[in-house]
């Protein structure tokens, strides 16, 4: 049974600086994109960023990028969220995903198995 666990969420102020991982047990992850998306209280679920099997290809909502940096240790079987100049607006709760698609992908419903989530809360 796959399983992912999220960690490293928490209460911040605005500008601060983050690092969420997300564990998966069960399966390996080497040919795998995964993902990471966020759920705002009364929003819908949206995507935040991607990485493709590799590593060398990623994908980012355009109100994160240069703020956020999504990487992999696949020998880790392990994915982080490094979230830097946090803002207010990025509070959630930050889920990962795992594909079975090699390549990235933005659509939520192309991911098969998810975490719990995070808690990412940015104070003003």
Known sequence: ???LVESGGGLVQA???LRLSCE???RTIYNNAMGWFRQAPGKERE???AINWSGHTTNYLDSVKGRFTISRDSAKN????QMNSL????TANYYCAFAY????TLNSGEY???GQGTQVTVSS
């Open 78 to 81: 392990t994915m982080y969220l």
């Open 112 to 114: 098969q198995y998810w």
């Open 1 to 3: 049974q796959v399983q």
């Open 24 to 26: 998966v047990s069960g």
């Open 47 to 49: 995507f935040v960023a």
């Open 101 to 104: 698609s090699l390549d990235i």
């Open 15 to 17: 500008g601060d600086s």
């Open 87 to 90: 803002k207010p607006e990025d």
